[in-house]
């Protein structure tokens, strides 16, 4: 690694506070960030360097996985952060702020590498990017990346124009548009179980697999950010970025290298098969969506959407969705990835459930064996692992079949431990590994297929149900998989049928 400066934009805001400088303070911990490298955090309010290195400590003392130890190492690692005003519109203060680059550079031998993270409203990266180019922080023989946040847009045309405005000063190369579910561990393991595994890769098609189950179950509500997702909802928030990208990672044929630019082309290549909704009647038979009312969640009163801070009280915003899709290649023909995701549902669970077809019409079942399918479950977030359930002799039993599990749980082994995904991505980022983030054409193919379901409900806001806070969901979710014989699996460690053998070791 030949160091860098990285410059935040947003430094006082809640991104940077929560994920990036806990980020920073881990990589450094780990030995991932030696000593050739600087931080200036950038933002309108003024702060003085102590300031923004106060904020700085307390950010990481509430937020990191590891907390600050004693006062020389703090001193050390602190002295690699300093503090700028600048108003983004001010193309004068980008040119104080290259000076200040180019000293910090010197001073940390960071070889002109230059890292601009924009952890700022999307309006503002266009301008961003023309300043810098306007400031000459782009004149140096370093590399120069860009790292934007989500939202990318807010349907396909907003996202091109945003991306334009980005290209006219980056080359795709050095952007790297950040999904945080791509930086999660047990999403990166997607690959690893499908493609490392000879008895996974062989039956990873039509033949062998029923559905696929991706759910993304949240308990908290929309907390200080009522603005933005009632112009969002759920299916920009979430179904557009993080769960399409799982659905790739399911979906994607094995990359003949892995080379990023190799995993991407067969990520998009799952996403331009997606199909298509063709007209509203299609989007509201497959798709449901819901929005929290008043309702109780782990013994507390919780209030409906509409009473939220900044959010319209008449708001047709849905804060629920589950949907039926299919990828319409070989490999998946017939095969439904049904996705949900929700505010204020019982737990928070990510978890990714390949449900297998059952075994043909063989002596078991001739025996009226009531034979549950088998079930691989990534379990992605807050517990991390792997649980496989198949079918086994009840001991002793005389001829009875049961369910039995192995469990393995990654999180209870190395809890603290696993890098968190901001860690992971800025870490990549400042290595040039753009692999776990989304290359122009995955976000423009997503969005194509998303702005179909919003076409659909712009044009009636009529099917919206409610779901009391603490539910899983409209009714209707349950409805969507029945009518095809199936029904969502429990997550979160909460499985059906007698598992006699789990192994958490
Ligand atoms: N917070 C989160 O958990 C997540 C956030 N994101 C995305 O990250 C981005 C930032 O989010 P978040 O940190 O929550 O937002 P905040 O509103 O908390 O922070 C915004 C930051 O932008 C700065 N800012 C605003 N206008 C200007 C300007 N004209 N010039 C310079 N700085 C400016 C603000 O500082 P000041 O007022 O001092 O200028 C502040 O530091 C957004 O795109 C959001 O969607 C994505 C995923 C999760
Ligand atoms: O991007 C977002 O993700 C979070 C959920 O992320 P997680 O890592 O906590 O599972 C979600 O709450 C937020 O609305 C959305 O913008």
């Known amino acids: ?121 999307p309006e503002l990266f266009g301008n961003v990017s023309y300043n810098l180019r306007e400031g000459g922080l782009l004149e140096t023989t370093g590399w120069h990346r860009l790292v934007i946040e989500k939202p990318f847009g807010y349907d396909l045309e907003s996202a091109g124009k945003l991306n334009q405005q980005l290209r006219q000063v980056f ?29 996974f890769e062989p039956l990873w098609n039509n033949k062998y697999i029923a559905n696929i189950q991706i759910t993304l179950g949240e308990t908290v509500g929309v907390e200080d950010r009522g603005g933005y997702y009632d112009h969002s909802g759920a299916l920009r928030d979430m179904a557009q970025n993080h769960m399409l990208q799982m659905l790739a990672m399911m979906a994607m044929e094995p990359p003949s290298r892995l080379h990023p630019e190799d995993i991407r082309d067969e990520k998009v290549k799952v996403l331009r098969s997606l199909r298509p909704f063709e007209s509203a009647e299609e989007v509201t038979k497959n798709v449901v969506r819901g929005q929290y009312t008043a309702g109780q969640l782990n013994g507390k009163d919780m209030p409906a959407y509409r009473s939220e801070e900044s959010v319209n009280p008449e708001s047709n915003t849905e804060t629920y969705l589950a949907a039926r899709v299919f990828v319409d290649n070989f490999r998946w023909a017939g095969v439904p990835f049904y996705i949900r995701t929700g505010k204020r549902l019982p737990v928070k669970s990510t978890e990714v459930v390949v449900e297998f077809k059952n075994v ?18 990534f379990r992605v977030n807050p517990m991390e692992g792997i649980y496989l359930q198949m079918n086994a002799k009840k001991p002793g039993a005389e001829g009875v079949i049961i369910p039995i599990a192995m469990d393995f749980c990654q999180s209870c082994q190395v809890g603290l431990n696993t ?74 460690g909460q499985h059906e049928g007698e598992v006699i053998w789990a192994s958490q070791s």
């Open 171 to 199: 080359e795709e190369k050095d952007i790297y548009r950040i999904d945080h579910y791509l930086g999660k561990e047990m999403v990166q393991n997607i690959e690893v179980v499908r493609f490392a595994n000879a008895f």
């Open 1 to 121: 690694m030949n160091g860098a400066v990285f410059l935040i934009f947003g430094a006082t805001g809640d991104l940077a506070k929560r994920k990036l400088f806990p980020a920073f303070y881990s990589l450094y911990r780990e030995g991932k960030l030696n000593e050739h490298f600087a931080v200036i955090g950038l933002a309108r309010r003024s702060r003085t360097n102590e300031q923004f290195r106060e904020d700085l400590r307390d950010s990481i003392n509430e937020f990191a996985r590891h907390h600050v130890q004693d006062d020389e190492d703090w001193a050390k690692f602190a002295e690699h952060f300093e503090y700028l005003p600048l108003d983004i519109n001010n193309v004068d203060g980008f040119r104080q702020l290259n000076t200040l680059t180019q000293q910090l550079d010197v001073k940390f031998q960071t070889n002109g590498n230059r890292l601009f993270y924009l952890a700022l409203a």
């Open 419 to 492: 890098p968190e995904a901001y860690e992971r991505l800025i870490f990549d980022a400042m290595r040039g590994d753009s692999t776990y983030f989304t290359r122009w054409d995955e976000v423009a193919h997503a969005w194509q297929f998303v702005d179909a379901i919003a076409q659909a409900w712009k044009e009636n806001s009529g099917d919206l149900a409610h779901y009391p806070a603490g539910s899983w969901g409209p009714d209707a979710a349950n409805e969507l998989l029945a009518a095809d014989g199936f029904k969502w699996w429990p997550v979160n």
């Open 360 to 377: 043909p019409d063989n002596v078991y079942l001739a025996n009226k064996h009531d034979l549950q399918p088998n079930l691989l479950v």
